[in-house]
């Protein structure tokens, strides 16, 4: 049943980005007068459909993916003056790059309308960049990292944030990363090199935010849901030791060793104290470990933001993450990341139907992380892609003739054999993931 769900909704997911980014492709030929003859969601054969004026508009048997054929795009002896060879190459090189520029588009949309309904920050989002658990025998550990450190220079950026911290750390594997710690009123220069996390293929430095904890949710039947803690609590205390980071729970819990533990949390402006009977787990693997029922999240604030502000964080959250994107691939390229981190759609099945189940924000805002990704992606410069296209065009445009046709078939046909290369390794990528061990 789970399975269907999630194929639901990754059939809503992939055919709203396919078709807002057809969509792009169709309008930009039609404002250059360029004929269109099929707008199709999905390959093969045709499923249902319409036509209006002079084009198919149909749904196909094959839902991945989708296409704008366009008259005039094979070089023939009667060379159609609507067609899209037949347009000068600026105008071609529109057309093309609508359809990501569509994708980019939506993305901003739909967390900008995100944003003035709920927008969610982090109530550590503004301080300083405070370090609150450092990982034994980690590369923050060895290089001389203390809990307590405040980060106020990573390579030459002033003053990050946490978010600015972990952008760095998790592209960074194998590469060192130059900070300046603030300890005791002194400033201490450092580097530290990230290792990579096999599982997840990025980097990790083995540090933690100190920033306050909640309750992000409760596994029913266990104790923590019994003693009547709720989603939002913030958690304050753990045996009398303040909680900034996950693991000061995790680290207490593992030195009672199945003892109750006294906790304190505050809901609204009431605190509380209860007293919870941990259990044990052995379904993490690695040995299993003492669990008391809670999902553990830094505490979040919403507020909302008006259209413009909206507009704004939005545009600046969308180049972070097309900032990130191609930083992650440069770290594959350079052989410092995994390629492991490449999520393939039976991943994004997962995700679409768990987003779906948390609620319209949880879909919305996976929405637009996966309609950013696909303007990415669509914009790499493999041919067959739009942007192996868009490479072309430039290089005839600087040329001022057009590639021979023998080298252009080439090059698509190389293009496919990769481009199926990756699809075959991400499907491989999900089911391995899949897999027990």
């Known amino acids: 049943m789970v399975f269907f769900e999630n194929f639901w909704w990754l059939l809503?997911?992939?055919?709203?980005?396919?078709?807002?980014?057809?969509?792009?492709?169709?309008?930009?030929?039609?404002?250059?007068?360029?004929?269109?003859?099929?707008?199709?969601?999905?390959?093969?054969?045709?499923?249902?459909?319409?036509?209006?004026?002079?084009?198919?508009?149909?749904?196909?048997?094959?839902?991945?993916?989708?296409?704008?054929?366009?008259?005039?795009?094979?070089?023939?002896?009667?060379?159609?003056?609507?067609?899209?060879?037949?347009k000068p190459r600026w105008?071609?090189?529109?057309?093309?790059?609508?359809?990501?520029?569509?994708?980019?588009?939506?993305?901003?949309?739909?967390?900008?309308?995100?944003?003035?309904?709920?927008?969610?920050?982090?109530?550590?989002?503004?301080?300083?960049?405070?370090?609150?658990?450092?990982?034994?025998?980690?590369?923050?550990?060895?290089a001389g990292v203390l809990a307590g450190d405040v980060i106020v220079q990573v390579d030459n950026e002033p003053n990050p944030t946490w978010e600015d911290v972990i952008l760095k750390e998790v592209v960074s594997p194998g590469r060192a990363m130059n900070i300046v710690l603030e300890r005791n009123g002194r400033r201490l220069p450092l580097s530290i090199t990230p290792e990579l996390d096999p599982k997840a293929g990025v980097g990790l430095a083995g540090w933690a935010e100190r920033t306050d904890i909640e309750?992000?949710?409760?596994?029913?039947?266990?104790?923590?849901?019994?003693?009547?803690?709720?989603?939002g609590d913030q958690l304050l205390t753990i045996n009398g030791k303040q909680i900034h980071t996950v693991y000061s729970i995790h680290e207490e819990l593992k030195t009672a060793s199945g003892q109750p533990v006294v906790m304190t949390y505050r809901r609204g402006s009431q605190q509380n104290t209860v007293t919870i009977q941990p259990s044990y787990s052995d379904q993490m693997g690695g040995g299993g470990r003492w669990l008391i029922g809670?999902?553990?999240?830094?505490?979040?604030?919403?507020?909302?933001?008006?259209?413009?502000?909206?507009?704004?964080?939005?545009?600046?959250?969308?180049?972070?993450?097309?900032?990130?994107?191609?930083?992650?691939?440069?770290?594959?390229?350079?052989?410092r990341s995994s390629p492991k981190s490449l999520e393939g759609p039976?991943?994004?099945?997962?995700?679409?139907?768990?987003?779906?189940?948390?609620?319209?924000?949880?879909?919305?805002?996976?929405?637009?992380?996966?309609?950013?990704?696909?303007?990415?992606?669509?914009?790499?410069?493999?041919?067959?892609?739009?942007?192996?296209?868009?490479?072309?065009?430039?290089?005839?445009?600087?040329?001022?003739?057009?590639?021979?046709?023998?080298?252009?078939?080439?090059?698509?046909?190389?293009g496919f054999v990769f481009l199926m290369m990756i699809v075959v390794f991400v499907l491989y990528n999900d089911i391995s993931k899949l897999l027990p061990g």
């Open 91 to 142: 105008q071609r090189l529109i057309v093309v790059f609508a359809g990501p520029a569509m994708n980019m588009i939506l993305a901003v949309a739909l967390l900008a309308g995100l944003f003035m309904v709920r927008y969610p920050k982090l109530a550590s989002a503004d301080g300083p960049a405070a370090i609150g658990f450092v990982k034994a025998d980690s590369p923050a550990a060895k």
């Open 215 to 231: 309750v992000g949710g409760l596994v029913a039947g266990m104790d923590a849901q019994k003693k009547g803690l709720q989603k």
């Open 12 to 86: 809503v997911l992939i055919g709203v980005m396919i078709i807002i980014h057809e969509l792009g492709h169709y309008w930009a030929a039609r404002f250059f007068d360029i004929r269109v003859d099929t707008f199709s969601v999905g390959f093969g054969p045709r499923l249902f459909g319409f036509k209006k004026g002079e084009t198919d508009f149909r749904v196909a048997w094959i839902p991945f993916g989708g296409y704008v054929r366009m008259a005039g795009e094979q070089v023939t002896d009667d060379m159609d003056p609507r067609g899209f060879l037949a």
């Open 294 to 335: 809670v999902e553990l999240a830094p505490r979040v604030i919403y507020t909302k933001l008006g259209p413009v502000p909206a507009v704004r964080e939005s545009v600046r959250q969308n180049l972070k993450g097309a900032t990130l994107i191609y930083q992650f691939l440069q770290a594959m390229i350079e052989r």
């Open 346 to 414: 039976i991943r994004i099945a997962q995700l679409s139907g768990q987003a779906a189940r948390e609620g319209p924000t949880s879909f919305v805002n996976l929405m637009a992380t996966v309609s950013l990704n696909l303007a990415i992606f669509n914009l790499l410069p493999i041919p067959i892609l739009d942007g192996g296209v868009i490479l072309l065009l430039l290089i005839e445009m600087f040329m001022r003739r057009d590639l021979s046709l023998t080298f252009k078939d080439t090059i698509f046909k190389l």
